[in-house]
């Protein structure tokens, strides 16, 4: 027979990750790189406004797309440094 498991157990959900990015060195290079306004730095990095402001502001998780194309934009900057891994649930 199966057990059913206890309240406890039922609550208990497998932990989740994911990256987000580190918006304060995005804000320094943008500033050291003279990137005027958002939608400048959006075409820096070759993705649309609306998709960067969703990301600097965490409201949803960046594609593996986005980050790469991050990663192409600022190539003296590590993925570590521009991204940070947080628990998502």
């Known amino acids: 027979m199966h057990q059913k498991p206890t309240s406890a157990t039922a609550?208990?959900?497998?932990?989740t990750y994911g990256l987000i990015?580190?918006?304060?060195?995005l804000n320094e290079l943008q500033?050291?790189?003279r990137i005027e306004s958002d939608t400048d730095l959006a075409d820096v990095i070759g993705v649309n406004r609306a998709t960067l402001r969703r990301?600097?502001?965490h409201l949803t998780l960046p594609?593996?797309?986005?980050?790469?194309?991050?990663?192409?934009?600022?190539?003296a900057v590590t993925g570590d440094q521009l991204f940070t891994i947080v628990r998502t649930n």
């Open 21 to 25: 990015l580190n918006t304060s060195l």
């Open 11 to 15: 609550l208990t959900k497998t932990p």
């Open 31 to 33: 500033k050291v790189h």
């Open 55 to 57: 990301a600097r502001e």
């Open 63 to 75: 594609s593996n797309e986005f980050m790469t194309k991050v990663r192409l934009a600022f190539p």
